[in-house]
């Protein structure tokens, strides 16, 4: 009993010292916070690289250090699916996992909606790395992440 008491006082006693959450991945995945991504080198739709079975959701991007990580996953000079789209109502950009959009990185005069048929998030566009809306009929490699 008194064991348990000191190791909780010890526990309590830390004060506002960090707590590190080991978060395992599945093999092949890169953690990132609490969260698990993996790059696809196969080209696909958008709506098929969100219902593949060995991709939870499309990435979501909620900050420039998220995004960063993102581009570090993606090869140099290529356009990969990310989980943003404004299929439902234009101009209203949602993520797939249902997490607030609640960070941009697009490039200049994006997104557009070129030709009207523009409703997918593709990022890696241009030498800027920014963001671009994209037809979601296109195929482009992709990224996904999981919750663990």
């Not at 526990?11 to 890169?30: D, R, Y």
């Not at 969260?35 to 420039?64: D, G, P």
């Not at 109502?89 to 005069?109: P, V």
Request: aromatic share 12%; proline share 3%; hydrophobic share 40%.
């Amino acid at each position: 009993m008194l064991r348990n008491v000191l190791l909780l006082f010890i526990i309590f006693s830390m004060g506002n010292a960090e707590v590190e959450l080991a978060v395992k991945c599945p093999p092949g995945w890169t953690n990132f916070g609490v969260r698990c991504y993996k790059y696809f080198s196969q080209s696909v739709n958008w709506i098929t690289a969100e219902k593949l079975s060995n991709c939870a959701n499309l990435a979501s991007v909620h900050s420039k250090l998220e995004n960063d990580f993102l581009l570090s996953l993606v090869p140099s000079s290529t356009l990969a699916w990310v989980g943003a789209h404004d299929g439902e109502q234009e101009g209203q950009w949602l993520w797939s996992d249902g997490i607030a959009y609640d960070y941009t990185n697009w490039c200049s005069n994006e997104p557009n909606n070129y030709n009207g048929a523009e409703n997918c998030l593709e990022i890696s566009w241009t030498s800027n790395h920014c963001w671009n809306d994209a037809s979601c009929l296109g195929s482009k490699k992709y990224v996904c992440v999981t919750d663990m």
